[in-house]
T-cell receptor, first 108, second 115 residues
Framework: EDQVTQSPEALRLQEGESSSLNCSYTVSGLRGLFWYRQDPGKGPEFLFT???AGEEKEKERLKATLTKKESFLHITAPKPEDSATYLCAVYNFNKFYFGSGTKLNVKP | EAGVAQSPRYKIIEKRQSVAFWCNPISGHATLYWYQQILGQGPKLLIQ????????DSQLPKDRFSAERLKGVDSTLKIQPAKLEDSAVYLC?????????????FGEGSRLTVL
């Protein structure tokens, strides 16, 4: 079954405490893996696309990496404004499969 | 560049009533999606349009949900009659339609509460 699983479901960090979010998938024929940020009451906002194993993308305190069966979103020295739900989606031919997200809370 | 526009932002109805949501995608985006997002879950695809044709509606509860995209631009999603379990945020998204690029641009969503 094509599936995307994100862990942990929720993560609480102190400001400056680095950590990683995981996205594992069993979707066949990956054509792209996407990370989105979703703030409460808003639609998801695009962060990164990764297309092949070994690829990395960075944006401010965020770095996304991709292996053959999972992706990590590394958050370095997070700030309270990084608090949000982070969604992972796998694109297969003509369809997106979304995970349930990791809710990140960064305390000052 | 204007983003994806959705309305209404919020709607409260009684069960068995009907509701309609409207979406205007980013100009030039050929592909339009409607997703249902229940609290604490990821978005679930309801229907995907390529221009004004349906690409995937396999998870659309067709006995109560309908959607159209006339003229290949804006789209309407209708629920009739609504059930309690339809309470969710309905997200509209659009993309250029090129498979390599693929990223979705989402609207703010329409939050439906069914009482």
């Amino acid at each position: 079954e094509d599936q995307v699983t994100q862990s942990p479901e929720a993560l609480r960090l102190q400001e400056g405490e680095s950590s990683s979010l995981n996205c594992s998938y069993t979707v066949s024929g990956l054509r792209g893996l996407f990370w989105y940020r979703q703030d409460p009451g808003k639609g998801p906002e695009f962060l990164f696309t990764l297309y092949s194993a070994g690829e990395e993308k960075e944006k401010e305190r965020l770095k996304a990496t991709l292996t053959k069966k999972e992706s990590f979103l590394h958050i370095t020295a997070p700030k309270p404004e990084d608090s949000a739900t982070y969604l992972c989606a796998v694109y297969n031919f003509n369809k997106f499969y979304f995970g349930s997200g990791t809710k990140l809370n960064v305390k000052p | 560049e204007a983003g994806v526009a959705q309305s209404p932002r919020y709607k409260i109805i009684e069960k068995r009533q009907s509701v309609a949501f409207w979406c205007n995608p980013i100009s030039g985006h050929a592909t339009l999606y409607w997703y249902q997002q229940i609290l604490g879950q990821g978005p679930k695809l309801l229907i995907q349009f390529q221009n004004n044709g349906v690409v995937d509606d396999s998870q659309l509860p067709k006995d109560r949900f309908s959607a159209e995209r006339l003229k290949g631009v804006d789209s309407t999603l209708k629920i009739q009659p609504a059930k309690l379990e339809d309470s969710a945020v309905y997200l509209c998204a659009s993309s250029l339609g090129r498979s390599r690029t693929g990223e979705l641009f989402f609207g703010e969503g329409s939050r439906l509460t069914v009482l």
